[in-house]
Structures are given as structure tokens and as C-alpha cells.
């Protein structure tokens, strides 16, 4: 089964049922789960746009919470944040399964039209994965 996991979390509700799926997943075939979050930052300005950035605090907050909602089921989990480019993150999700040699990619993916038309990163992940991929909605 799926005994290597990597779950893609941010701050979503659909973040959340995310690591509930892979905890379950984990749980069943007594595997490990790492937890991936991805800070991603615009290397120019875009006027008219905000740019916010995230606190290294509220990033460690979401990984925190998900290691949490694994361990206290019993799965042995890892967490780690990272600072990327804005729109590099597919690309990192899918390194990341592969160098955690993962056998299943679990992430949210919300789907109003605005990310069916300009694609989303679950949708590159998709293409850019050899590894199985759970979306959650």
C-alpha cells in the first residue's frame, strides 16, 4: 500500500483534510508521512498586487499542526518548510516525492473557475509526478 507519503499542506480547510486522508492512509499501512510546506515569494514587484509574506511563525504553525494530527494517531511524520519562488511549487512537490522516495502525493485543490482556467498547482503536480497523486477537495 502506501507506505511513504508526502502531503502538500498551507493554510486551507482543504490543507486540513489533506493530512486527515494521509494520517488515515499512513495509519492503515503503518507508514510515515512527510509534511511539506512551501513559502512561496515574488522576486519583483507587481504593482497593484499585494505581496504578503507569510511569518516563519505561521508557516512552522501549519506544519506544527499537521505533525501534530499524525503523531498523536501513531504515524511517525517529518515536517519542512521552505522559501520558494511564486509559481516554482508544483515543481518543489514533485522533487520532494521524489527524493522521499514517497508512493503517494496527497494536496487540497480547491476548484472554482479562476484555477480551472489558469491551472492550478495540483494540476502541474499531476503532470510533473511519475508517483500517484490524491486530491482532496
Known amino acids: 500500500m502506501y507506505e511513504r507519503i508526502l502531503v502538500a499542506v498551507d493554510h486551507s480547510e482543504l490543507s486540513d ?6 494520517c488515515d492512509l499512513a495509519t492503515l499501512s503503518h507508514g510515515e ?3 511539506l510546506h512551501l513559502r512561496e515569494r515574488d522576486i ?12 516563519t511563525q505561521e508557516a512552522n504553525a501549519v506544519v ?24 516554482y511549487a508544483s515543481g518543489e512537490i514533485a522533487g520532494d516525492a521524489k527524493e522521499h522516495d514517497v508512493d503517494l502525493i496527497v494536496m487540497g485543490s ?3 473557475l479562476t ?8 494540476h502541474k503536480v499531476l503532470h510533473l509526478t511519475d508517483r500517484p497523486v490524491l486530491v482532496i477537495r
Open 17 to 22: 483534510r489533506a493530512v486527515l486522508a494521509a
Open 33 to 35: 508521512v512527510w509534511v
Open 44 to 55: 519583483r514587484f507587481k504593482p497593484g498586487i499585494p505581496i504578503t509574506d507569510e511569518t
Open 64 to 87: 506544527s499542526a499537521a505533525l501534530e494530527v499524525l503523531t498523536q494517531a501513531g504515524v511517525k511524520a517529518y515536517g519542512g518548510i521552505r522559501d520558494i519562488v511564486l509559481g
Open 110 to 112: 480547491s476548484s472554482d
Open 115 to 122: 484555477n480551472f482556467v489558469l491551472g492550478t498547482t495540483t
